[in-house]
T-cell receptor
Framework: AQTVTQSQPEMSVQEAETVTLSCTYD???????LFWYKQPPSRQMILVIR??????QNATENRFSVNFQKAAKSFSLKISDSQLGDTAMYFC??????????FGQGTTLQVKP | DTAVSQTPKYLVTQMGNDKSIKCEQN?????MYWYKQDSKKFLKIMFS???????INETVPNRFSPKSPDKAHLNLHINSLELGDSAVYFC?????????????FGSGTQLSVL
């Protein structure tokens, strides 16, 4: 079975510091996509960053970057210069086929002033 | 100019009732989805439609019936509501294309069954 595991239910970080959220997944597929979504208290699901498995280069989006280790099936999210607006629940997701996202359990991130 | 819009945002109803949630996207996408987020925040796909055709049905009870009148709309009808149906239901859409898996989500409908 394809599964996604986020082993950190809750994390906290001081404003302006860096935090890393962990994600591992299990699959026998070779081609797939990985995502991090952010869900603030407003409930909206917001795409943070996307990685294609066939690309070795780690994706970056401004303050957000990933460490994609395909052999280890690991996909962690690093948030640099954390801001209060980064406070949210973060979901790692694995996509083996179009649109079928398999989500992890989520990590609640609190950014403290 | 909302990209993916769902109505209603909140829905409170009694057990046994039938209710519908509507979803519309103005992005010109070909594929639409319904996801369910339970009380523990776990998100799971329910259905996927591509150009009005069902392509994913994830062992959802047949009390749930999606309907896609056109590719911009995907409504979810639920019969004989049960307590366990209480959740947040998210509609989403994505453009067609073998290398584009980016989903755009609506803001969710919180369903409370009493």
């Amino acid at each position: 079975a394809q599964t996604v595991t986020q082993s950190q239910p809750e994390m906290s970080v001081q404003e302006a510091e860096t935090v890393t959220l962990s994600c591992t997944y299990d699959t026998s597929e070779n081609n797939y996509y990985l995502f991090w979504y952010k869900q603030p208290p407003s409930r909206q699901m917001i795409l943070v960053i996307r990685q294609e498995a066939y690309k070795q280069q780690n994706a970056t989006e401004n303050r957000f970057s990933v460490n994609f280790q395909k052999a280890a099936k690991s996909f962690s999210l690093k948030i640099s210069d954390s801001q209060l607006g980064d406070t949210a629940m973060y979901f790692c997701a694995f996509c083996p086929r179009r649109g079928k996202l398999i989500f992890g359990q989520g990590t609640t991130l609190q950014v403290k002033p | 100019d909302t990209a993916v819009s769902q109505t209603p945002k909140y829905l409170v109803t009694q057990m046994g009732n039938d209710k519908s949630i509507k979803c519309e996207q103005n992005l010109g996408h070909d594929t639409m989805y319904w996801y369910k987020q339970d009380s523990k925040k776990f998100l799971k796909i329910m259905f996927s439609y591509n150009n009005k055709e069902l392509i994913i049905n994830e062992t959802v009870p047949n009390r749930f019936s999606p309907k896609s009148p056109d590719k911009a709309h995907l409504n979810l009808h639920i019969n004989s509501l049960e307590l366990g149906d209480s959740a947040v239901y998210f509609c989403a859409s994505s453009p067609i294309g073998s290398n584009n898996e980016k989903l755009f989500f609506g803001s969710g409908t919180q369903l409370s069954v009493l």
